[in-house]
């Protein structure tokens, strides 16, 4: 059973650029298939932000206007998002997914 833990700053000024972590166990994130980025903004739905797939192709959302970056550590099994030009609306709990695993989130507020 695969498993994921997201981490990030938690708290991030507006301008900046925005750094998270995916930490994989139980799959490789080279062997299979996508990788997902979504976020929640509170009281929204879910989003769907962008995907890496198992051999490192990403895609984006449109929506976020190519600020945001998919990138992973086949070492260290892990996955990485980074996203820049942060606005107060990207607030949101930011999960990474695989084939319906999802890790608890991680909080980010944007805010000055």
Not at 64 to 82: E, F, G, V
Not at 87 to 97: G, L, M, R, S, W
Request: glycine share 8%; aromatic share 10%; proline share 5%.
């Amino acid at each position: 059973q695969v498993q994921l833990q997201e981490s990030g700053p938690g708290l991030v000024k507006p301008s900046q650029t925005l750094s998270l972590t995916c930490t994989v166990s139980g799959d490789s994130i080279t062997a299979s298939y996508y990788w997902t980025w979504i976020r929640q903004p509170p009281g929204k739905a879910l989003e769907w932000m962008g995907v890496i797939a198992f051999d490192g192709i990403t895609f984006y959302s449109p929506s976020l206007k190519s600020r945001a970056s998919i990138s992973r550590d086949n070492a260290k099994n892990t996955l990485y998002l980074q996203m820049n030009s942060l606005k107060p609306e990207d607030t949101a709990v930011y999960y990474c997914q695989h084939r319906g695993s999802r890790g608890q989130g991680t909080q980010v507020t944007v805010s000055s």
